[in-house]
């Protein structure tokens, strides 16, 4: 076992001391700033860099190319453990126990937006940035990151690459150097964050408020600077440019480079995933904005399509920003908008849920099984786009989708057995397995997740981790196989 977790600890020491040095940023600000958040910060840095440090020394000795094992469990440790750490200066200068920072900083590196905090426009700034900094970190993953640097301290990333990339197409690689796939794929994150936060100021939005949301938006993260979320802009050029921005982060980052690459669109129309993700995206919320107007919700049909292209786009597509509190419309929409989130964003993208390729590829197979009713020697490939996709990848979406359905129905219970009710048990963890930040009920946008007990609010964060590593990667430890020689 020491031969097992040593190496995966060593490894693990240089991201936390990495992860160390994202708190600058924070820190920077804070000093031209002079907030009142720069000793938090400060501590946090050195308290995490020390760890790190000292975990790596200690480790050194058992330094070793990493296995498919090792790689699984750097990906569940990093993710499990780094909420913690990027907690820290959240418990020391707010408010707030340790339960409630753990869930922040997770609900921040899991891309999923939920809050325990209230008076957001009232935090330092140092803080709001953290938050959002988190969210933009989580949103093409840390350990993707961490890929495109370990090899040049001679540790292998291609276990890791495989453990954390989403959807069934996961070893396709755009280079035969996985470092260099990763360099390219934050190069697109990065280059479309900056176009987001150059339009959003261009819109009228502060640079500040710009650089947080851009990140929110890129990332899918959800979190705001304010209470009101972006509802406090009351600004239609703003909902616009974020929807743009909140589409694209939720298509495979892989295509965008591939489109920027060709320097044309062709990538994106030969994408089956990107244009059933857009064809969904449309008629729903032309529907919905149909139904809040037929059921007298907004006075005209232009403010209803815009309250609903907004509000769908962003929880369809796991980002969690809203304008509304939709949780007061007729029960069908914020529901149908939740069933949404756990089906629309694609793989490879910063989105959660199943995924639009598992849900086209679970359509086929559905089809191709009633034709075999009908004509049972019939031999028919599944195809998705003109590619034949091999039944075991049929068979592991079916096993994934399971696995997904029963953590879902489980933590659910959970929630229930602890005296939650029944709207907001569900609504909550769908928000957070699929990443989407806002529940209904207790936890809707009106509200936040303070609300919960310390229990239920860790039943919400290990949700939120196992959606993040999209089930297989946590529940995979679990198997003895794994462990044995």
């Known amino acids: 076992m020491k031969q097992t977790i040593l190496p995966v600890a060593h490894v693990f020491a240089l991201v936390i001391m990495g992860f ?19 000793g938090s910060f400060a501590l946090s840095a050195v308290a995490t860099f020390a760890i790190g440090a000292a975990l790596w020394l200690a480790t050194r000795r058992y330094r070793r190319e990493l296995k498919t094992r090792d790689g699984l469990l750097l990906v569940a440790l990093t993710w499990v453990a780094l909420p913690a750490v990027a907690g820290f200066p959240l418990w020391h200068y707010l408010p707030i126990d340790f339960t409630h920072a753990y869930f922040e900083a997770a609900s921040g590196l899991t891309t999923t937006g939920g809050t325990v905090l209230s008076g957001l426009q009232y935090l330092p700034r140092s803080i709001n940035l953290w938050r959002h900094l ?3 970190l989580g949103g093409m993953g840390i350990i993707v990151l961490a890929v495109a640097i370990l090899p040049m301290l001679g540790v292998g990333g291609m276990q890791i690459y495989r453990a954390e990339m989403p959807g069934p197409m996961k070893d396709a690689k755009l280079t035969p150097r996985i470092g260099q796939t990763a ?11 900056l176009a987001c936060i150059l339009s959003l100021r261009l819109v009228g939005m502060g640079w500040f408020d710009a650089v947080c949301h851009g990140f929110s938006a890129l990332s899918l993260g959800g979190f705001s600077t304010y209470d009101d979320n972006i ?6 050029p703003i909902e616009m440019v974020l929807v743009v921005f909140q589409v694209l982060a939720a298509l495979n980052f892989a295509t965008h480079y591939q489109a920027w690459r060709q320097r044309g669109l062709s990538a994106y129309l030969r994408d089956s995933e990107a244009k059933a993700i857009v064809g969904v995206l449309a008629a729903s919320s032309l529907g919905i904005a149909v139904y809040l107007f037929v059921k007298g919700t907004y006075p005209s049909f232009g403010v209803a399509l815009r309250e609903a292209t907004f509000n769908v786009v962003s ?3 796991d980002s969690g920003l809203h304008t509304q509190d939709y949780s007061r419309w007729p029960v069908f929409a914020p529901m149908f908008m939740l069933f949404l989130s756990c089906v629309v964003a694609s793989s490879g993208s910063t989105g959660g849920g199943i995924k639009m390729i598992r849900t086209l590829i679970l359509a086929k197979q559905a089809n191709r099984e009633l034709e075999h009713m009908v004509h049972p020697n019939l031999v028919r490939p599944l195809k998705i786009g003109g590619t034949v996709i091999a039944n075991r990848v049929v068979f592991a979406v079916l096993g994934f989708v ?7 129905v489980t933590l659910v219970f ?10 907001t048990s569900l609504s909550a963890i769908l928000a957070c397995i699929n990443n989407v930040g806002p529940g209904l009920g207790l936890v ?38 794994l462990w044995r020689k």
């Open 134 to 136: 988190l969210s933009w």
């Open 414 to 423: 959970i929630e229930l057995a602890s005296g939650l009710d029944f709207t």
């Open 315 to 317: 929880i369809a597509t």
């Open 20 to 38: 160390a040095a994202t708190m600058l940023a924070p820190l920077l600000l804070a000093i031209w700033g002079q907030d009142l958040a720069l």
């Open 183 to 193: 360099k390219l794929l934050w190069t697109v994150y990065a280059g479309l964050t």
């Open 444 to 481: 809707g946008p009106d509200s936040n997740y303070s609300v919960l007990t310390d229990f239920q609010t860790w039943v919400c964060s290990a949700a939120m981790l196992l959606g993040r590593l999209e089930v297989f990667t946590i529940l995979v430890l679990f198997t003895p196989a």
């Open 231 to 236: 509802g406090h802009f009351n600004s239609v």
């Open 402 to 408: 399971f696995l997904y359905f029963m953590s879902l």
